[in-house]
């Protein structure tokens, strides 16, 4: 079951990152036009703000596009860095599931098992 997480809605449009821990959640909007740079750095940022203890019952949760190759291709990068150091889950969902990004939404993707464990199959925008 997945409890706290980490959402990387990062697309190239309209990007932005959530946060679920200890029952609240937290939702980072990235201007207009965002550098990758700025995912990482936004992701520290909001993992210090709000003393995430990040272990195995940690899940990110990335969204596999379609979209920009260079934002997806980022967040997965992300995404396995944190997988690969914390051995957290990683899972991923189609932006066309989502929705609006709220928590309602996500909750509603994770409960119909709408995101798929290990299984990233990116899609670019062409």
């Known amino acids: 079951m997945i409890k706290d997480f980490l959402i990387l809605n990062f697309i ?3 990007n932005k990152i959530g946060l679920r821990v200890n029952n609240y959640f937290y ?3 990235f201007d207009k036009k965002t550098d990758n740079d700025q995912l990482v ?11 995430v ?5 940690f899940s990110v949760l990335v969204n596999n596009g379609p979209g920009s190759f260079s934002s997806l291709r980022t967040s997965l990068a992300v995404a ?6 914390k051995k957290i889950n990683i899972f991923g969902y189609k932006n066309s599931d989502l929705g609006q990004f709220n928590l309602v939404n996500i909750e509603f993707l994770i409960k119909k098992k709408l995101v798929q464990k290990n299984l990233i199959k990116l899609t670019y925008l062409s």
């Open 53 to 57: 203890n990040i272990d195995d019952n």
């Open 27 to 29: 939702i980072h909007d």
């Open 12 to 14: 190239g449009k309209e």
């Open 80 to 85: 396995k860095g944190i997988k690969i150091s």
């Open 41 to 51: 750095m936004n992701v520290l940022k909001m993992i210090k703000k709000y003393k």
